[in-house]
T-cell receptor, first 112, second 112 residues
Framework: KAGVTQTPRYLIKTRGQQVTLSCSPI?????VSWYQQTPGQGLQFLFE???????NKGNFPGRFSGRQFSNSRSEMNVSTLELGDSALYLCASSLVGRETQYFGPGTRLLVL | DAKTTQPPSMDCAEGRAANLPCNHS???????VYWYRQIHSQGPQYIIH???NNETNEMASLIITEDRKSSTLILPHATLRDTAVYYC?????????????FGAGTTVTVRA
């Protein structure tokens, strides 16, 4: 089976812009979670989707949003980018959420 | 989820076994112990998980103490490619909260 894929792998944006990141889960997996990783804060949970519904949400401002499509693919959007949003954004998938999560390679976002 | 305590770093000689300790003294009966690793700038890789019995797979062995307050991940024959940050996570899986809570992990350096 193919693993979790994320696009793009690298992205450079400027402050105030918005960005959309994409995640394709492992075939058959219906739960998709997003995490942000920065050197200072480590890995932090953003949100989790299942059957096109957000089930869990971490402590991030409303500028961070996501959605999931009927084929389980997910996107996350960050609006009005700030310098502090520079991070590695990771997506993880699992069958329905409670099982082992498998991570993608991540999208590295740099905000200038 | 229960918190975990891991040493910040450890070195290991190539070809030798690497024993990575993790303390989770507040673990509850329905929390699993998960191990992931993250090679520099890549997404975390699932290694192994267990509830109370020792587990072994092609990557590693997991030894959980009888009182479940600590565990050890064993990499039987460490190679240079095992150099990574190793995360020990305890997680309830019968719940509606599916996020993984990552700590700082142990930076393992395998030396030739």
């Amino acid at each position: 089976k193919a693993g979790v894929t994320q696009t793009p792998r690298y992205l450079i944006k400027t402050r105030g812009q918005q960005v959309t990141l994409s995640c394709s889960p492992i075939s058959g997996h219906r739960s998709v979670s997003w995490y942000q990783q920065t050197p200072g804060q480590g890995l932090q949970f953003l949100f989790e989707y299942f059957s096109e519904t957000q089930r869990n949400k971490g402590n991030f401002p409303g500028r961070f949003s996501g959605r999931q499509f009927s084929n389980s693919r997910s996107e996350m959007n960050v609006s009005t980018l700030e310098l502090g949003d520079s991070a590695l954004y990771l997506c993880a998938s699992s069958l329905v959420g409670r099982e082992t999560q498998y991570f993608g390679p991540g999208t590295r976002l740099l905000v200038l | 989820d229960a918190k975990t305590t891991q040493p910040p770093s450890m070195d290991c000689a190539e070809g030798r076994a690497a024993n990575l300790p993790c303390n989770h003294s507040t673990i509850s009966g329905n929390e699993y112990v998960y191990w992931y690793r993250q090679i520099h700038s890549q997404g975390p890789q699932y290694i192994i998980h267990g509830l109370k019995n020792n587990e072994t797979n092609e990557m590693a062995s997991l030894i959980i103490t009888e009182d479940r307050k600590s565990s050890t991940l064993i990499l039987p024959h460490a190679t240079l490619r095992d150099t990574a940050v190793y995360y020990c996570i305890v997680r309830v899986v019968v719940t509606n909260d599916y996020k993984l809570s990552f700590g700082a992990g142990t930076t393992v350096t395998v030396r030739a």
